[in-house]
Each structure stands twice: as structure tokens, then as C-alpha cells.
């Protein structure tokens, strides 16, 4: 496996797989059949992409000579995490009581939420193996 298939199993493929097994593990402790909620997992991808730009700092510390254009590529990713982390805390907040229930909810948060998290996470991945951060 080359370098880039390795970062694409360690950064991108594990977490979703790890967030799956959450929720699976979330829908077994509550022993409930599966509902919408155990899917509504755009926020912890979120939280997922924040978490690996404040870590790739550590990363980008260790090149020599030191990336200037990548520390600001990352400090500009981790804005935008905050960013898209409160929006996506927002888009929860609204959603998610019951009697939001409906097609909407269904899109909103299966759908569009997990979606922007999963794009975020990935656009990081392709960012980090293309050497830009």
C-alpha cells in the first residue's frame, strides 16, 4: 500500500468506521431498535475534522524548513472547523426534537449534516496528502 493509501485508512477511513461502530454500540446500550438519531452523526465528523487541523500543527512543526504557507492553510481550516462546527451545532439544536420529525429532520440531519462532515473530513485528508497543509 503506498503512502497515500495509507494516509486515506488512517485519516478518513478509520474514523467513519469508528463512528459506525458508535453508533452501533450507541443503538446497543439503549437496546431500542435503530432510529434516525443513531445515524445524525455530522457534528462528530465535525468534531473529527477540528480535532485533526489542531493536530496537524504538531505535524507541521516537525518539517524543516518550516511550511509558512501550510501553518496558514491550517490556521485558515481551523476557523473554518469552528465555523462549521457551530453551524453544525445550530443545525442540531434546531433539527433534533421530535416533533421536528419528518422528511426535513430525515434530510437535514441524515443527509446534509452528515454530509458537510464527511466532506470536511475528506477535503482534509486530500488537502494533507497533497502536501498543501
Known amino acids: ?3 497515500e493509501g495509507i494516509a486515506y485508512w488512517s485519516s478518513f477511513v478509520i474514523p467513519v468506521v469508528l463512528l459506525g461502530m458508535g453508533a452501533l454500540i450507541d443503538k446497543l446500550v439503549e437496546s431500542v431498535p435503530f432510529n434516525r438519531k443513531h445515524f445524525f452523526m455530522g457534528l462528530d465528523l465535525t468534531i473529527y475534522f477540528l480535532t485533526a487541523s489542531m493536530v496537524n500543527f504538531l505535524d507541521l512543526a516537525r518539517r524543516q ?50 454530509g458537510i462532515g464527511i466532506l470536511l473530513l475528506y477535503g482534509f485528508v486530500k488537502m494533507k496528502v497533497g502536501r498543501l497543509i
Open 65 to 114: 524548513p518550516p511550511d509558512s504557507m501550510g501553518i496558514i492553510r491550517n490556521v485558515f481550516l481551523l476557523l473554518a472547523a469552528i465555523v462549521m462546527l457551530i453551524i453544525q451545532m445550530g443545525i442540531h439544536q434546531v433539527w433534533i426534537p421530535p416533533e421536528k420529525g419528518g422528511r426535513m429532520q430525515l434530510f437535514m440531519l441524515c443527509y446534509f449534516s452528515n
Open 1 to 3: 500500500m503506498n503512502v
